[in-house]
């Protein structure tokens, strides 16, 4: 059936990422290179994981490195709304930035903050971690604001070898902190070092349980037990005990699966339900006929083997689309797949729409993320550059435009010049 000349432009209008942030009240991209952030993915990826581990367990949500790169504000809303118990970050001013976007949701600091900044932390109502000893006595002599109680979790060395106290050292440095004003035992934890391995993760779990004996025998209360992240989950080869930090599996994507290896019956189960939130996008900047025999891009690596539609999309390394996914990288354009051609810049990449009638500068072109019946994954693009799913999420530069978007349309935008969001409905 033939479209109405005056309808169908008004909506495609209204369709294009332009249209929907318009119709949304928010500001217009910046540029033609963005990232949309299914939040509704995300929420939906927490409860997957919820029904994983069965409703006696806690999740503490990961939202450490700008949320795996789509966005630190917004995947600490969402998981906290979603039902999160608890959120996890690395550093002491992911933890701040939290505080001051109003997240009011338990927050667990992942890495031991800086000696003097325990008063900061407990004003805050943070949770931090211990790793030794000489950690433990700076907390002890730390001046807390009067009023604020000090949450700290213990981190066992059970065969990382990253950080953390050997499990009879555990009692010891427990007992000091017990009696140090302010201060509260909350957690006993560890991180599984090769969670596709039964043999060697039940290890761990057999240390990080030796501590707990330790504590009991002292006489200590035994606090919460915290073991698996999103590996142990799906393989199954940790255990849940009474709190689970899951990060990857949040975010729609999973480890790879090592030859031998393979998840737990409930874990695939569960890996089937989850939905990649991230797409990276991109608009032509031109598209231009290139002759035979000429070159493309810088040191002209690639040469036109015949007549060639070329398309220039402004985004690159700079944004963390990296220059060894050449050679074979692939965009999505009208839901086919077509060759990145050339070296990848800092700020732009060529694609080769030679195959593909029509295309023009409304098309979008997603790099990462589904269009069609395809879908270019995160795991894709980890082998292309021999690394792993989280350093391609994560690896998503601040510069990109978030797009918060859902079924009901976007909710707001991070660009560099700060966060918009839509203004919610109070009637």
């Not at 069965?54 to 795996?68: F, I, L, M, Q």
């Not at 709190?243 to 699966?257: F, H, K, M, Q, T």
């Not at 689309?321 to 800092?346: D, F, H, K, N, W």
Request: aromatic residues 4%; proline residues 6%.
């Amino acid at each position: 059936m033939t479209q109405d000349p005056v309808i169908a432009p008004a909506t495609a209008r209204l369709a294009s990422i332009e249209g929907r942030l318009a119709a949304a009240g928010l500001p217009p991209l910046p540029r033609l290179a963005w990232l949309e952030i299914d939040t509704d993915a995300l929420a939906h990826n927490l409860r997957t994981v919820r029904g994983l581990v069965g409703p006696a367990t806690r999740v503490a949500a990961v939202v450490k490195s700008d949320g795996y790169g789509h966005g630190l504000e917004i995947a600490a809303r969402t998981f906290a709304a979603a039902g999160a118990d608890l959120l996890c970050v690395a550093t002491l001013d992911e933890a701040l930035r939290l505080r001051r976007a109003g997240v009011d949701a338990p927050i667990l600091v992942l890495y031991p903050v800086p000696r003097g900044s325990a008063p900061a932390a407990a004003e805050a109502e943070l949770q931090v971690v211990v790793t030794d000893a000489a950690d433990a006595a700076a907390l002890t002599e730390a001046q807390l604001p009067v009023g604020r109680i000090l949450r700290v979790h213990l981190e066992v060395e059970t065969g990382l070898q990253r950080g953390g106290l050997p499990p009879e050292s555990v009692a010891a440095v427990a007992s000091k902190l017990s009696l140090a004003p302010g201060i509260e035992l909350a957690g006993l934890w560890s991180h599984l070092a090769s969670s596709h391995d039964p043999e060697f993760s039940a290890g761990q779990r057999r240390r990080l349980e030796d501590a707990a004996g330790f504590l009991s025998a002292a006489g200590l209360d035994l606090p919460t037990l915290h073991l698996d992240a999103t590996g142990g989950l799906f393989y199954g080869t940790g255990a849940s005990l009474e709190l689970v930090r899951p990060g990857l599996g949040l975010y729609g994507e999973l480890p790879a699966v090592p030859d031998g290896s393979a998840f737990s019956e409930r874990g695939a189960a569960a890996a089937a339900q989850l939905r990649p939130a991230m797409t990276l996008k991109a608009r032509a900047l031109r598209i231009a006929e290139v002759l035979v025999g000429r070159p493309v891009g810088y040191g002209g690596s690639w040469i036109a083997a015949r007549p060639s539609r070329i398309a220039t999309l402004p985004v690159g390394y700079g944004d963390g689309y990296v220059r060894t996914y050449q050679p074979g990288a692939e965009a999505l354009v009208r839901g086919r797949r077509v060759p990145v051609v050339g070296s990848i810049a800092m700020d732009a990449v060529e694609v080769d729409v030679t195959d593909i009638d029509g295309v023009d500068a409304t098309d979008e072109f997603v790099l990462l993320g589904a269009q069609g019946g395809d879908r270019i994954t995160a795991t894709e693009l980890a082998r292309r550059r021999n690394t792993i799913a989280w350093e391609v999420l994560a690896g998503m530069a601040w510069r990109l435009t978030r797009v918060y978007d859902a079924s009901a349309g976007p909710s707001g935008v991070r660009t560099l010049a700060g966060e918009t969001l839509v203004p919610e409905d109070t009637d």
